[in-house]
């Protein structure tokens, strides 16, 4: 089989098209209809008579033609990853509080404990990331010596630069919280992270403990507050925002949906070998890794979560149910505070599929080429329903009165 470059998106569905039942045969747990869905719709993405499409033509001359395959938003797929992020990010921006800093702070899990994680993931990854909100509430009431309700949006992430397991969150959160009994705002400029790093250890460590009653968890633990007495491995990372909330938001983003890789960083694919390369933590250089094409499969897979499930969570004054409430009553707090960031705000729209085919192509997907003339929807046809709508047949009915003459198609 010939090497296949890299920079094609198409590389990464190869690798499944050739491999994936192969790859099931070897790993009983992947022999599932779920893993069946997430692989099948995304080799089908892109491709109309497989996943349905809208078609729009040009009533004017009649030859303009332009056709829009539906997505597949498999967790799998590299192509509807992106146009996940960019609405994340969109959502993201619109609820964000006016006037309060924020910041980016990750939590790690040690390696003795990622095993565990992998096997238990069903019922440790929902706790998990609510521990992350609960440690954040309790380092922040300690740092002030009050009881105080901080704003978390929290993005579960369970792959390495490498591909390899390592489950860990990624929070943008508030840089302080809300003191209901003064009704007031309290703003932590300084952060001690030798706290931070003790009260993630405890927390993580006590959750382990009372979810998985085991000897061997126990024993686990023990271990590991021998191992780390500063605590385990945090960081955080101050963020002008809301000023700049579209490049912290994105940067958190790239981590909800998409596989643990970007098709650009496939280097090469053999049949047999798959290269690939990320920027090391550890050395701060680019590696480059040869694996089977199977170990390449196993690290994609073992990172979707199980339908329904929700890696993004919003907690305290980001919670989607009390928002609306809350900012009122954070408005008001922040009126009686000095130096706060004033109409930084900014809300990003969400692109439509016309703006992300007009900033990759250089081209309006809806105007026709020959006369210039607005496109417009013509058919609509899903692979389970039918045609949903037909202009057409409409043309054809005169459900139309106008007296105006259209060219035909």
Not at 138 to 166: E, M, P, W
Not at 228 to 242: E, F, M, R
Not at 357 to 367: M, V
């Amino acid at each position: 089989m010939m090497t296949h470059p890299s920079g094609d998106w198409k590389v990464f569905k190869q690798i499944f098209a050739d491999h994936w039942s192969t790859f099931q045969q070897a790993h009983p747990r992947y022999q599932t209809s779920y893993y069946d869905g997430l692989v099948a719709k995304m080799l089908a993405c892109g491709t109309p008579a497989q996943m349905g499409y809208v078609e729009y033509r040009c009533l004017h001359c009649g030859q303009g033609k332009h056709l829009v395959a539906m997505s597949c938003k498999s967790s799998l797929c590299l192509r509807c990853a992106k146009v996940y992020v960019d609405n994340w990010v969109s959502q993201v921006s619109q609820v964000l509080h006016e006037g309060v800093i924020y910041r980016h702070i990750i939590l790690t899990v040690p390696a003795m404990f990622r095993t565990t994680f992998y096997q238990n993931a069903a019922v440790i990854l929902s706790a998990f990331i609510r521990c992350g909100a609960q440690c954040l509430d309790d380092f922040y009431s300690t740092v002030r010596g009050k009881a105080l309700k901080g704003g978390y949006i929290t993005v579960l992430h369970t792959h390495g630069r490498n591909g390899q397991y390592h489950p860990h969150l990624h929070l943008l959160a508030t840089s302080g919280g809300y003191e209901a009994q003064g009704a007031r705002w309290e703003h932590l400029q300084y952060l001690p992270y030798e706290l931070l790093r003790r009260k993630w250890q405890w927390h993580l460590l006590t959750l382990l403990r009372q979810t998985l009653q085991t000897e061997a968890i126990h024993q686990l633990v023990d271990g590991c507050f021998r191992k780390y007495p500063q605590g385990l491995v945090t960081n955080g990372q101050k963020g002008q925002v809301p000023s700049q909330s579209q490049s912290v938001a994105r940067y958190v983003a790239k981590y909800v949906v998409s596989p643990p890789i970007a098709v650009r960083r496939i280097d090469r694919y053999d049949g047999i070998r798959v290269t690939y390369h990320y920027r090391s933590h550890r050395t701060d250089r680019v590696e480059h890794e040869t694996v089977a094409v199977e170990t390449f499969i196993g690290r994609m897979g073992q990172h979707t979560v199980p339908k329904g499930f929700k890696r993004i969570r919003y907690y305290g004054v980001q919670a989607t149910k009390t928002f609306a409430k809350v900012k009122v009553a954070i408005q008001a707090a922040l009126a009686k505070v000095e130096d706060v960031v004033k109409g930084a705000v900014k809300i990003i729209a969400r692109l439509t599929y016309r703006q992300r085919y007009a900033q990759s192509t250089g081209r309006d997907p809806f105007r026709c080429p020959h006369c210039q003339s607005e496109m417009e929807v013509w058919c609509i046809w899903h692979p389970t329903y039918g045609v949903i709508y037909d202009e057409g047949e409409g043309i054809k009915r005169g459900t139309y009165a106008s007296t105006a003459q259209r060219a035909g198609p």
